[in-house]
């Protein structure tokens, strides 16, 4: 299993940004993806997640009519829309596949909102 997560950058408060994780070595259309993220001194904890045929979305209250979650099975990659960001959204933010067996992450990408 390998994700590689992509399309973080310094933003300002208010801004967007799209986060994409490119996945391989499993059967991706079969799994929830979901994505999370670790501010510095913080658990790392749940952003959003989606079911394998992308039918059922769940979102963290914190960014919940902010974030949108999708996934393109033809392409093995998952998406994460990020908009009206705020300062307290500044994060690693890190993929996962539901796949059995141990947790696989990817080397997740850094999102810095600030002015």
């Known amino acids: 299993v390998q994700l590689v997560e992509s399309g973080g950058g310094l933003v300002q408060p208010g801004g967007s940004l799209r986060l994409s994780c490119a996945a391989s070595?499993?059967?991706?259309?079969?799994?929830?993806m979901s994505w999370y993220r670790q501010a510095p001194g913080k658990e790392r904890e749940l952003v959003a997640r989606?079911?394998?045929?992308?039918?059922?979305?769940n979102y963290a209250d914190s960014v919940k009519g902010r974030f949108t979650i999708s996934r393109d099975n033809a392409k093995n990659t998952v998406y994460l829309q990020m908009r009206s960001l705020k300062p307290e959204d500044t994060a690693v933010y890190y993929c996962?596949?539901?796949?059995?067996?141990?947790?696989?992450w990817g080397q997740g990408t850094q999102v810095t909102v600030s002015s």
């Open positions: 989606i079911t394998s045929a992308g039918g059922s979305r």
């Open positions: 996962l596949a539901h796949v059995p067996g141990p947790d696989y």
């Open positions: 070595g499993f059967t991706f259309s079969s799994y929830a």
